[in-house]
């Protein structure tokens, strides 16, 4: 049972910085993509960051520039590295573990972290 666990969000002022940790458990990253997804008050979710089993990674375009994702595959942690944040980033920030099981798409998520951008 995959099981991931956000922490790091927080309140910090427009232009700071604040870095997301995911702790995965019940899963290994080489067969599995992990993602960091975000979601306003009366928003969708949102994709911000994800990286695949082979490194590739991609970032929604308001971000780009900005927000760095990584991972530390032997201590099965992701990060969100969050630099000159804006109030536009105030969400709840979602962890997120992709997998396709004999061919069907498998989603979990943990259980988010507030992140909060004002002056």
């Known amino acids: 049972q995959v099981q991931l666990v956000e922490s790091g969000g927080g309140l910090v002022r427009p232009g700071g910085s604040l870095t997301l940790s995911c702790a995965a458990s019940?899963?290994?990253?080489?067969?599995?993509?992990m993602a960091w997804y975000r979601q306003a008050p009366g928003k969708k979710r949102e994709l911000v960051a994800h990286?695949?089993?082979?490194?590739?990674?991609d970032y929604v375009d308001s971000v780009k520039g900005r927000f760095t994702i990584s991972r530390d595959s032997p201590k099965n942690m992701v990060y969100l590295q969050m630099n000159s944040l804006k109030p536009e980033d105030t969400a709840v920030y979602y962890c997120?573990?992709?997998?396709?099981?004999?061919?069907?798409?498998?989603?979990?998520w943990g259980q988010g972290t507030q992140v909060t951008v004002s002056s």
């Open positions: 997120n573990c992709h997998r396709v099981i004999l061919t069907v798409p498998v989603d979990s």
């Open positions: 019940g899963v290994s990253f080489s067969i599995a993509s």
């Open positions: 990286i695949t089993p082979d490194g590739r990674i």
